[in-house]
């Protein structure tokens, strides 16, 4: 048995009386080729001659024979010669875990050739390095560390496999990248104290060393008496030192600590601290009103509190005559659930002050008071009791003028108010068509304005505007064309503009005569958004802007291809062009590296978009446009927000498919959040437009997602790209990988030109489902 392109010498013996001579042996191959003799060794009785074998090939198996011939007479003797191919592998080694100076891999899962393996060389390399390959030789398939690294560096990695026999090393196998880790935090944060707030909100404050070294945030972990993770925050700062977590519990204690993160690497965590929230009353209730229903009665009405802290078992009225003498006097509801209350037995043409507050497990705060003035002439009341017929019919005649009265005046005060609120709704209208609001990330109220291409942003308290320069467009300039898109608020046309002396196509976006305030604040920070991002080749860009007549108008790059959701369902040719389908097999019109092209664009896009510090919170295939040359451009700015970390305080449509859990559980949206969503998206590019969570209710979504659950990878999709929308899905937001590390993979698959998305048409194949009222919500 010999290893293929091997060059082995190979040994026959004779005997014989008298004894052969070497010219008298010969070695012949399977094909009848005499070998050449190269040595002979004469011994008493026997000669041993060594024949050359050049460069073994398949062809060699099979019989071999010896012969010798002597004045005595002749002898063969042959053999079965077999030709064993080396084996190799036929995938790269797989990255199993890292650390900053470790990499621990599995060398390989499935060979090429003939076993059994005897050896296994790794082999490694710094990618940028031009120095020699350092090895590692184990004798089995077990996991192989990588130790004593440089941090944070590329590494080559490559297997070579050996069976027995000379020349049985195999050809080295694929190489793969990997990437030791960032340096581990060694500094511990020490915790400097911590508060009770509004809404049973913990604020900690911590600091570190200030000779500690690099570090990416932190993590703040609570814990509950079981030492349970009870909530877990990234900070994804270094500078932020601070952090804030609601919805807690009264009279629990909880276990508070910090660590350092760099990179995924944790350090060590701070000191356990113990912390616990007392009891707490309801807030006030709120936008209490007292109104006289006659000369005895008054009736109180209310909104249950902000904060109830807890079940609300009843409200607790309190009333006191204005100018009396007398103590206040309590009265209950007969529930948490009444938010009215029926007050009798009052003196007539008497004002009376009430408050109210919620009781839950401890009474809360009292409400602001409210004054009211009971009907009638001044008569104290009497308590109800049987009279004669004309006291009685005299009480009727009095309640019946009193409630024309009442009815009159009512009448009258709701055309007067009709009457201010039209005006003022005319004046509002009037003015909103000059002046924008714009609502900042940091809370404050930003008033923009339009002056010769300056957009203007007062951000109150602040006494100074900032000014922010846009590109200006004539009116003249603008030739409308057809309608792009049409929402409940706004519209996109299609138009030619003329800029810097040249033509060219654009779509202008516009709101409608009453779109909200809040539209306007959104148009008008998506202006901003786009001055402050600059030009990006994967980024819709902003040609200019005009105002006219107080309308606000934003010139973008015009996408031919329009949105890359209607695209990717355009391409379902099984679904418009059956026949073409069948006839080449193919499920799609698009290639699967124009689909991994795709992913690409909008990875480097956002790339681009965390690197300036901007979060998107609206990212999906909807929102992303394809332009000339099939180039995705991201768009739909209106959500976005310039701020490290961002908590939505607002009520608003929520894209709750494409949100991250910490997203969905506390409003909080971060770079890490536009990954989660990114991973939603590279399953909607490789689905061909697929929904997200396809027959699930959003409801089911917010209880499933914390549990664990996730889509399942579509059946054209290869492992690698679904490997990496589960990185993108990671339950914590600091273990998702950034937006470089993704655009870098992606890049590396476009690179290997394999066919990572399937798009021929398989056995049952069948397109993911479509909600369109499921997108909305």
């Not at 191959?29 to 073994?56: N, R, S, W």
């Not at 710094?126 to 077990?142: F, G, H, L, Q, R």
């Not at 399953?683 to 659950?709: F, R």
Request: hydrophobic letters at 35%; a neutral charge; proline letters at 6%.
């Amino acid at each position: 048995e010999f290893n293929l392109g091997s060059e082995p010498i190979v040994s026959c013996v004779a005997t014989g009386n008298p004894l052969p001579t070497s010219d008298s042996v010969e070695l012949r191959k399977a094909d009848g080729t005499v070998l050449k003799l190269i040595k002979a060794i004469i011994e008493p009785g026997k000669i041993t001659c060594e024949f050359q074998v050049q460069h073994l090939t398949k062809a060699d198996t099979g019989l071999w024979e010896c012969r010798v011939s002597t004045t005595g007479g002749q002898d063969s003797r042959k053999v079965k010669v077999n030709i064993r191919v080396p084996p190799a592998p036929l995938s790269p080694p797989r990255l199993l875990a890292k650390q900053s100076r470790q990499l621990v891999v599995s060398p390989m899962d499935c060979f090429s050739g003939d076993g059994p393996i005897i050896s296994i060389k790794l082999l490694y390399k710094p990618k940028d390095d031009t120095s020699a390959w350092s090895s590692i030789v184990v004798d089995n398939s077990e996991n192989i560390t990588l130790m004593n690294l440089r941090p944070v560096t590329a590494y080559i990695v490559k297997v070579q496999l050996s069976r027995p026999g000379d020349g049985g090393e195999g050809s080295k196998g694929p190489e793969a990248v990997m990437v030791t880790e960032c340096l581990e935090p060694t500094v511990k944060p020490v915790i400097e104290g911590w508060s009770i707030e509004e809404k049973n909100t913990l604020h900690v404050n911590w600091k570190l060393p200030s000779n500690h070294e690099p570090a990416h945030g932190f993590i703040v972990h609570l814990f509950d008496s079981a030492k349970r993770l009870v909530c877990e925050k990234n900070i994804t700062s270094i500078s932020v030192l601070s952090a804030r977590i609601g919805d807690l519990e009264f009279n629990k204690e909880y276990g508070l600590e910090v660590l350092v993160y760099h990179c995924t690497s944790l350090g060590p965590p701070s000191d356990l601290y113990k912390v616990m929230i007392n009891s707490k009353g309801p807030s006030s209730p709120r936008l209490l009103s007292a109104e006289s229903m006659s000369d005895t009665v008054i009736k109180l009405s209310w909104q249950v509190p902000e904060y109830p802290n807890g079940g609300i078992t009843k409200y607790i009225v309190e009333l006191q005559q204005v100018g009396g003498t007398s103590e206040p006097q309590w009265i209950d509801t007969d529930s948490g659930a009444e938010t009215n209350k029926i007050v009798g037995g009052l003196n007539a043409s008497t004002t009376y002050q009430f408050r109210v507050r919620a009781n839950s497990h401890v009474p809360g705060e009292w409400s602001q008071p409210v004054k009211a003035k009971t009907l009638g002439d001044g008569a104290l009341s009497v308590p109800p009791s049987l009279g004669s017929q004309s006291n009685e019919q005299a009480g009727i005649d009095q309640q019946l003028l009193l409630a024309i009265v009442g009815s009159v005046s009512v009448t009258c005060l709701t055309i007067l108010f009709a009457l201010l609120a039209l005006f003022l709704i005319k004046k509002n209208f009037f003015h909103r068509r000059r002046t924008f609001t714009y609502q900042s990330g940091s809370g404050e109220e930003t008033i923009l304005q339009f002056n010769s291409g300056t957009l203007t942003l007062t951000r109150r308290p602040k006494p100074q505007p900032e000014p922010l320069s846009y590109p200006i467009l004539e009116w003249e300039d603008i030739k409308f064309e057809d309608m792009i898109g049409e929402g409940n608020f706004g519209q996109v046309i299609r138009a030619m503009i003329k800029k810097d002396g040249l033509k060219m196509n654009a779509a202008i976006k516009m709101l409608k005569e009453f779109a909200s305030e809040n539209d306007h604040r959104d148009f008008a920070g998506e202006l901003e958004v786009l001055c402050k991002l600059g030009h990006h080749p994967n980024i819709i860009n902003l040609l200019g802007a005009c105002e006219n007549k107080g309308y606000l108008y934003i010139a973008i790059e015009y996408a031919p291809y329009g949105n890359l959701l209607d695209f990717l369902r355009k391409s379902r040719v099984l679904e418009t062009d059956p026949a073409f389908a069948k006839e080449h097999g193919t499920a799609s019109t698009l290639t699967s590296q124009q689909l991994l092209q795709f992913a690409s664009d909008v990875a480097k896009g956002m790339q681009y978009l965390s690197e300036k510090q901007f979060i998107h919170r609206d990212l999906a295939a909807r929102n992303i446009l394809v332009g000339e040359n099939l180039a995705s451009k991201i768009a739909d700015f209106g959500l976005s927000r310039g701020e490290e970390v961002y908590v939505k305080k607002t009520m608003g449509r929520l894209p709750v498919r494409w949100m991250a859990i910490e997203s969905l559980n506390y409003s909080v949206y971060t770079t890490k959040s536009d990954v989660w969503s990114f991973g939603v998206l590279l399953w909607e590019i490789v689905s061909l437009g697929g929904t997200p969570y396809c027959g699930m209710t959003c409801a089911e979504l917010y209880e499933k997602l914390p549990q664990g659950y996730r889509m399942e990878k579509p059946r054209n999709c290869d492992d690698e790209v679904y490997e990496l929308m589960r990185q993108c899905w990671r339950d914590r937001p600091y273990e998702r990988p950034p937006f470089a590390q993704i655009s870098m993979q992606l890049i590396r698959m476009l690179e290997a030109r394999k066919a990572y998305v399937n798009m021929a048409l398989f056995e049952n194949f069948t397109y993911a489902g479509i909600d369109a009222t499921a997108e909305e919500a």
